[in-house]
Each structure stands twice: as C-alpha cells, then as structure tokens.
C-alpha cells in the first residue's frame, strides 16, 4: 500500500483544521446572532403562497381603548364586541386577557354573560411571581371556557425577537398548552395526543419534539396578506362587521401600543413590535395551515459542512488557476444560497455552519495551495535548474579525461613511439581514467547515500593521521593562493567507520576553505575530545555566509551567490556528500558563518580516545 506523502498529510491536517474552525465557530452566539439575522432576511425576501387565513383579530387598538375608558371599561367594553361576535357563530374564540383578579361586579357579571353565549370560549394563563406560579383565570370566567392555554411567545434572548413558540409551558406542577394550540383544538373539537417526536390534533400532525421543548416555529404571514382585523371600535359602530367572524377562530384582545405590555420583534417587524395578540393568531396559522418549518437535524449540518470542507479541498486539490477560482466562486454561492432553498422548501438550515465551513476551507486551501505548494514547486524547478547546470558542469569536467584519453590512445595505435614517451602516454592514460572513475564515483555515491544504499566499512582509524593526510593533498592547492594551513595540536582519537569515506568529507571541507578564501590567508584546523565524540574544526578567513544560506548549504546542486560569482567551478554536491557521510557515521556538522568574516564547520563525530591518550590521562 502506498503511503501518504508530507504534503497529501498537510492538507488532510489542513482541511480537518478548517472543519474544527468553522465547527466551534457555528458553536459562539455571534454565529448564532448571524443564523437569526438570516432567518429574518429570508422571511421578508421569500414569497408564500397564502391560503386563506381561518384566523380574525378583535383588536382593542388605541381609540378603542380610550373609547372605552381605559382598563377600568375594557371588561365591559370587551363583552359587548363578544355579543355580537357570538351571533355570527365563530368556530372558536380566543381571549387574549389574564382575568386573574375581580373587577367591578358589573363588568364581570357583563362579561361572563358573553362568555356564557360562546361554546368555544379559550381563556388566557400567565405566569408571574418570584416563584413562578400560574395567573388563571378567576373560577366565574373558567367555568364557561373550553381550555385555557398559556400566553408566551418566548422571544430569543439574544435579540428579543419572537420567532417561536413552546406549545407546552410548566409553572409549578401545572402544565399549559399554548394558546395557539389550545385555540386550534377546540377549534377542531379534538384532543391533543402527544408521542416523543410530535402532537397529533385530529388530523394534524405538529413537528413538536418533547427534546426541543415543544418548541414550534412560527410561520409569519406577510404584512400585506396578514391576518384580518376588525377594532371593537368598528364593530361597535357598524354591527354588520360581526358576519366577518362566522365560521372563523376569533382572536380577542389589546394591540394598543400603549396599553399592550407583550409587544415583540419578529422577522416582519422592520422595528414596530407585534402584539401577543397578533403572535398567537400568526402561530395558530401555522398550525391550521400546517405551514410548518422543519429545523435540519445537527448530523445533517455537520455531514454538510464537512462535504463542503472537503468540496473546497478538492478543488484546490486538482485544480488551478482560474478554473479552481471560479469553481471556488460557484462553490460558495451554493453554500449562501442552499440554507435559502432549504428554507423555502420549509427546512431551517442554520447559515453560520456553512458560511463558516466553506469559507474557512476555501481561505486555507487557497492560501496553501498559493504559498506552501507554488513555493515548493519553485524550489523544485529551482533545484531541478541547479541540477542541470551541475549536470551541464559534470559532463564538461568528464570531456577533459575523456580528450585525454582518446588522443592518447590514438598517438599510440598511430605512431611508432619510443618505449619511454609510450610509457609517459600510458601514464597520462592511466592518470586520467582514475580521474574520470573518481568523478563517476562520487556521483554514484551521492545516490547511493541518498537511498541509503551504500555500506560502510567497519573499521577503526586514528583521527589525527586521517587529518594529516587530508591537510597533505590540500597543500599543493592551498600553495598557489598563499594560504597557510595552521593545524593545532590533535587529540588522540579514534574514529570508527568507513576511513576512505570520512577522509573524503574532511578533505571536501578542506579544498571548499582553501577554494572561498581570498589569497594570503589562513585555513585553521583544529581538533577536541569532548566526552565520546571528536570535535573536529576547519575554520577560514573565506567570504561567508548569511543565516538563509547556512540554512540550504547542504542540498544538492546548491551554491551561493558569491560562491557562483567567485568563478570557482563547483557542482553544489560536495556539501550534500559530506553530511550525508558524516550522518551515516552516526554525528551531525555545525556551521558558523558571517558575510565577509569567514566561516567555520565542526565535525561532531563519536569517537574515543587511543589506549595511550586513555593511560595519559
């Protein structure tokens, strides 16, 4: 099986990150803040189509109110509207009012007359006190009604805006069903029959689970199909109004701003508050229209915020260019635009999950994909360049040995030559053909150090003598620039490995201190034991090196700038050997340089010390 590579494992973290981001992200009440101000904004964009409303308001608004004196007439004032609404034979009637306390006996009296007259009377509960008790109904008024039912409409506490209802409310050991839902049974003439996942009226089925409180979502008719009103007012002054509300579930109550204490924001409020009233008529719509909104489960959001993460991955993945834009572009206009369809199909999406998901996905893997993968390309088409100029560089070095050898077989198979110019071109011959082995053998090592497939010798040499002989060849090269060669006194080491190999790398570092340095200069070697490892310096007065390029030193083909600029032929590989080798042999190389100061690498090698330097000390 074939493993993943480094980059295939970071953008696996990378788009788990993004899904982790945006995940906790939905979690914060600003996402939340975001869901409901999108919730509210499809409300008013989205276009129902309306049925008939089986709901009508009997709306005590404010010339109503002050006609009828205020709250000390209301009762009085509110009987009257109620006998000529049961004339016309309503299917239900509702009363928006916390009748908790007696008021003069002659508006009682007159007002449980009405009451008396309506079949389907429906009275309203509340709850109040320090310690929540329910406000019900006085005994003379509960005795003509068919249910009483609570009147909250719980705003979000975030906004206050009202946008669903909890059909079932507990004060104390008391339950009440909602007024809406009270009003549409007894609408009905059924019973309210509950299982864990919904309520179940007569025929209708209200999408109200016992894990989510019985909460129900209010669908909101638009303001200019809403529900029709008709003020006492009008009805007291017209009474032919009162056929308006045959065959309809009558909603009676205040909507006089001034008088009306539950006023609320809902999504239609464009900042003028709702009436409880209005919030109760709105909601037993919903249920008479089974208008409902279904809100989509937390599986579902996670699967589709995941889909989208990866969406964005793949995209980034297998494209580029304008092509991975635009799809990025298409990408995220399906997740602002889906939660919208959900919507109108009556499934509630929540906004901030999806926003979040494809947004932080497409951010991350865009940039990724910009400055991590474009980099590395870079630098492998940068390698790959350096690679041809070593190659250019190699096959130019192998043609000197290769004209030397062809010319000077060609002499000796052309010409009678004397036994010792024959003997002098024999040498040449040989001489160049070790030349040219020697160059095939040190590209054929760096390979085989790369796969780790070259083995070392196991043996044991001294230290001291393997840095004698490697300052030995380098002289003869140092000779012709001036530059002196000072070796400090060496310890008594000794080293265990391959010898021929780790005289290679000391030699390598040796000629690459010799070859940067400017004329009339000194190359230090020096050498300390310290506990098992040798630590083994070559330090020269050369041109130096910035942090960037200590840093990049020990890739292939790689040379610095000033390195290319001195002339010097190189290939960039003799450094990549030399740790290579160094790292087989179990140590590491430590570099110090500055621009124009110098430079200085130490072998740190194990190592222990020859039994003479061990009785020594």
Known sequence: MRRPGRQQLEYCALLAAAFAIATVTSWTSFATQIDND???????????????????????????????????????????????????????????????EDSDPESDERLEAAFRSIPGLVLASDIAGAQPLWEEPIPRFAKWARAVGHVHADPDPLDAVSREIL?????????????????????????????????????????????????????????????????????????SLAAEFSGKTVFAGITAQTAARDRLMTPYSYGVPMSGLEIHAHAFETIAQQNFFTVAPAWSVLAVSLALV???????????????????????????AGPYFAF?????FPFAPALASVWTAVVLAAAYQHFVVRLRLEDSESERQRYRHAMHF??????????????????????????EKRKQIADLIHSESKRLGKMIEVFLSVERLSAGGLELKKEQFAAPELIRTCVERVL??????????????????????????????????????VKYSPPKTTVTVSAAHRGEHLHLCIEDQGMGMDQKEVSRIFQRFYRTRKAEESGEAGTGIGLSIVEQIVSQHAGRIDVFSRPGEGSRFTLILPAQLSAAAAEHN
Not at 46 to 54: L, Q, R
Not at 344 to 348: A, E, K, N, S
Request: charge should be neutral.
């Open 394 to 419: 190699v096959t130019h070095e192998m043609r000197t040995p290769l004209t030397a050898i062809q010319g000077s077989s060609e002499l000796m198979g052309r010409y009678a030559l004397p036994e």
């Open 167 to 239: 059909l079932a409310k507990v004060a104390g050991r008391q339950r009440y069903w909602a007024l809406a839902l009270e009003a549409f049974r007894v609408s009905r003439g059924a019973d309210i029959l509950e299982s864990p996942e919904n309520l179940r009226v007569g025929e209708v089925v209200i999408p109200a689970s016992h894990r989510n409180n019985r909460s129900l979502l209010i669908r909101y008719l638009p303001p200019d199909r809403d529900i029709p009103e008709i003020t006492l007012r009008q009805l007291r002054a017209d009474e």
């Open 344 to 348: 109108t199909q009556g499934i509630v």
């Open 476 to 513: 003869p090269v140092a000779g012709r620039k001036q530059i002196g060669i000072h070796t400090e006194t060496l310890p008594l080491s000794l080293l265990s490995g391959d010898r021929e190999l780790m005289e290679y790398a000391v030699y390598n570092l040796l000629t690459n201190a």
């Open 310 to 336: 990866l969406a964005s991955g793949a995209i980034f993945a297998w494209g580029s260019g304008w092509r991975s834009n635009a799809m990025a572009v298409c990408l995220l206009a399906v997740a602002h």
């Open 38 to 100: 999108a919730y509210d904004f499809w409300f008013r964009l989205y276009k129902p189509v309306v049925k008939p409303t089986e709901a009508i308001l009997l709306a005590v608004d404010e010339e109503s109110y002050r006609e009828a004196g205020g709250l000390r007439g209301l009762r009085r004032a509110l009987a009257e509207g109620l006998d000529r609404v049961a004339k016309a034979s309503p299917r239900a009637v509702v009363v928006d009012l916390i009748l908790a």
